[in-house]
């Protein structure tokens, strides 16, 4: 499409390279979901206490843990969250942005993309996040990671249009890249830094009967493996190691301790840059690199 001819032979795309001394990036990522996304699906949940208390565990537990490890290891990493988790949690929230970690946008009730009807429904859930963000933290975030990862083609013009630098979610690359926020050329662009279900704790970890997982719950000392392997991987291909944790999953505590280790393993590693994702993004918008449009596939007509 925007490629007449496919370059295969060097892992790194053309123009792309990290800054001087370094080979490789990992950014730590913190998803708050907390009680959102349960609401969003089950809006009936909201009586559920059983339920509602494994969602708490992010911000009443999981959080300060995370907050813990990170000052220990001295790491800044990036927290993505639902407006509705900053007002419900003010408090968790605030500690974050106090502990000088990134904050960015993680919808507002952690809507989903895909059940969206139109634009109009996307921009208000968009501007609500941001509202709620300013609001309860005096935050505005660059950074925007998609509920349940679920884009829509129009969702990056849209990102630009409100001033974010990036988007974290699409699964396409191991390499941050620009990406075209219209199918013009010389259109805005803004920043992908890509993630992908292999690096999410959710799947291997999570389980609430009847609402989400099969009840096999992977043990730390395996996903921990799992996720090195990912890391070593990367970074031999000098691309960005983007791991998505949520805070009453991982904020768990052997998981927590699991964590750590890989953290630890990832400090240990020559030449790997340990950032934030609005680090990283402003380091990649400094790149000349052409911009990566995304053009959705047609049906065949009998489809
Ligand atoms: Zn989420």
Do not use: K
């Amino acid at each position: 499409m925007s490629q007449p001819t496919l370059d295969w032979r060097s892992p790194l795309p053309a123009g792309f390279r990290w800054p001087e001394g370094l080979r490789a990036a990992a950014c730590f990522t913190f998803d708050v979901d907390a009680e959102s996304p349960v609401l969003f699906e089950y809006p009936e949940a909201a009586g559920w206490l059983d339920v509602m208390s494994h969602q708490a565990y992010g911000p009443r537990t999981g959080v300060p843990r995370i907050l813990r490890i990170l000052e220990r290891r001295g790491l800044r990493a990036t927290f993505f969250v639902p407006g509705y988790t900053a007002e419900r949690w003010p408090a968790a929230i605030r500690a974050i942005r106090d502990a000088g970690h990134e904050i960015g946008h993680h919808g507002y009730l952690h809507e989903g993309a895909h059940s969206a009807p139109d634009e109009a429904t996307e921009e208000a859930h968009l501007l609500r996040g941001l509202d709620a963000l300013d609001r309860v933290a005096s935050v505005r975030p660059i950074g925007y990671r998609a509920p349940m990862w679920e884009l829509s083609y129009r969702l990056p013009a849209l990102l630009a249009r409100h001033g974010f630098a990036y988007d974290s979610g699409l699964m396409d690359a191991d390499h941050p890249y620009r990406l075209a926020v219209g199918p013009e050329a010389g259109a805005a662009s803004i920043i992908e830094l890509p993630a992908h279900w292999s690096l999410d704790d959710w799947e291997p970890y999570n389980y609430l009967p009847g609402i989400t997982g099969s009840g096999v719950i992977a043990s730390p000392a395996d996903v921990l493996a799992r996720w090195t392997l990912e890391l070593e991987a990367l970074v031999a291909e000098g691309g960005l190691f983007v791991l998505t944790n949520h805070p009453f999953v991982s904020g768990r505590s052997s998981r927590a301790v699991a964590l750590e280790a890989l953290i630890e393993r990832a400090q240990a590693i020559d030449g790997l840059w340990l950032a934030t994702a609005a680090e990283i993004a402003a380091h990649v918008a400094t790149l000349d690199l052409a911009p990566v449009v995304h053009v959705p596939p047609l049906l065949p007509d009998d489809a």
